[in-house]
């Protein structure tokens, strides 16, 4: 299928959020976009004019690793082209990657990780309740040793200042209270977790019943590893994204040496 126009513009960073402009002025906003100089960043949003909208069935219009997608109409478009065309494009993605999905109840936005509570109204009626639990923080991999050992999982997140850092978390530091993960992850830069011990509870209920389908190989010391060679902050060689140094050494080795060679920066 063909990528609608500036897809492959988005950047691999902002796994969150893609941005679409729909409608009969969509060009036209993308260009008073690309001129604005007080823009956001440099990254275009995806366009679908006239021309796109009438070839949606043959247009890629969301990466696969998006979790969030932000519409904004510019200009005329009929309301049952905007749902009906869209909605089966999302189905479709995550028909495609069934074990992306979010744990039941959890949901992921460019604000928070959510817990939609389940409670039942006076009037008799059920309903959701938003808690929120954390900063956005995503589980993108299923990490274990080549021995089928030392599981863990793959975390992503955004620091305050906006750096993406990537961490391999062993599962073995979910066995207690989380109070590491969380003391790890906050030193970190990830901006937020809640107070509320039940909603601590449920940041490691999440992070355990989340499946990605993509695995990684970890590795708890740099060197040579399955054909590539492991550094503290990259992996080098063919298939250095399917590898990852793992760091289940730190709880001993003191937080500040431990920390750095775990935590990768982008």
């Not at 519409?71 to 089966?88: K, M, Q």
């Not at 209920?205 to 399955?226: A, D, F, M, N, Q």
């Not at 590539?228 to 709880?251: A, F, K, R, T």
Request: aromatic share 6%; charged share 25%.
């Amino acid at each position: 299928m063909k990528r609608a126009p500036f897809l492959n513009k988005q950047s691999p960073e902002r796994t969150l959020k893609v941005l679409i402009l729909a409608g009969s002025l969509a060009w036209e906003t993308s260009r008073a976009w690309r001129k604005d100089p007080d823009r956001e960043d440099d990254i275009p949003p995806v366009v679908l004019g006239p021309d796109e909208r009438a070839d949606l069935d043959n247009l890629t219009i969301i990466r696969p690793d998006a979790l969030y997608v932000r519409v904004l109409r510019t200009g005329d478009i009929r309301e049952e082209e905007l749902l009906e065309n869209w909605t089966g494009q999302l189905e479709r993605l995550r028909q495609e990657r069934p074990s992306d999905i979010l744990p039941e109840h959890f949901r992921l936005d460019e604000e928070a990780l959510w817990f939609d509570k389940l409670i039942e109204r006076r009037d008799g009626e059920s309903g959701v309740q938003p808690q929120r639990i954390c900063s956005p923080l995503r589980v993108t991999a299923i990490t274990c040793d080549s021995h089928d050992g030392s599981y863990g999982r793959l975390l992503e997140w955004h620091t305050t200042t906006g750096q993406l850092r990537h961490w391999a978390m062993p599962m073995a530091m979910l066995s207690g209270n989380g109070e590491e993960l969380r003391r790890i992850l906050l030193e970190n830069g990830l901006t937020y977790i809640s107070t509320r011990p039940a909603l601590r509870s449920l940041l490691c209920e999440y992070i355990s019943r989340s499946l990605p389908g993509r695995r990684v190989t970890c590795v708890e010391k740099t060197g040579w590893h399955c054909g590539v060679y492991v550094l503290p902050d990259e992996v080098i060689g063919p298939g250095g994204n399917n590898v990852i140094l793992q760091g289940s050494h730190y709880l001993t080795g003191g937080f500040a040496q431990a920390i750095n060679p775990i935590i990768v920066t982008k």
